[in-house]
């Protein structure tokens, strides 16, 4: 995120590991994904922030090393608050392999979250990945 400090550039970074869906229409199908990268964020107004990322990301399936997939994903995004208590997150992706097992894909996920109070909010999700799903989901944190 931008601070604002003198000196300080807006370079952005993520880093991500995860056993997930191999696409949403398989329950079962496990894929592990890990996936990092360098980019960067700027603010046009005090309410929002853009990001472009360039991640480097590799897949392997559950039971086989040898259908790993190494590859490319650039992404871009912007978050939005349009009040104190609402959310607004926008993302696009492009994933394609470059070594190993041939993988190319998009993912678009757009998420609102609702802030109700300090330990509760409420989130709708939508998410293109292969399939379309859709999460409403009610947060309590402690």
């Not at 400090?5 to 949403?24: D, H």
């Not at 046009?44 to 991640?55: A, F, G, I, K, N």
């Not at 190319?104 to 292969?130: A, C, P, V």
Request: proline share 3%; hydrophobic share 40%; with cysteine.
């Amino acid at each position: 995120n931008p601070t604002g400090i003198p000196g300080v550039y807006e370079l952005s970074w993520r880093a991500r590991a995860v056993w997930e869906r191999e696409n949403f229409g398989c329950l079962t199908c496990l894929v592990f994904r890990t996936s990092g990268g360098l980019g960067r964020s700027f603010s046009v107004t005090r309410r929002d922030l853009e990001y472009v990322l360039l991640e480097m990301f590799i897949e392997t399936p559950q039971d086989s090393f040898y259908l790993t997939a190494f590859g490319l994903a650039p992404q871009i995004g912007f978050t939005w608050s349009t009040i104190g208590l609402w959310k607004i997150n926008f993302e696009v992706g492009w994933f394609k392999s470059f070594y190993g097992l041939e993988k190319e894909y998009f993912r678009g996920i757009i998420d609102q979250r609702f802030t109700i109070s300090q330990n509760l909010d409420f989130r709708f999700e939508i998410e293109h990945f292969q399939e379309l799903e859709g999460v409403f989901a009610l947060n309590y944190y402690w």
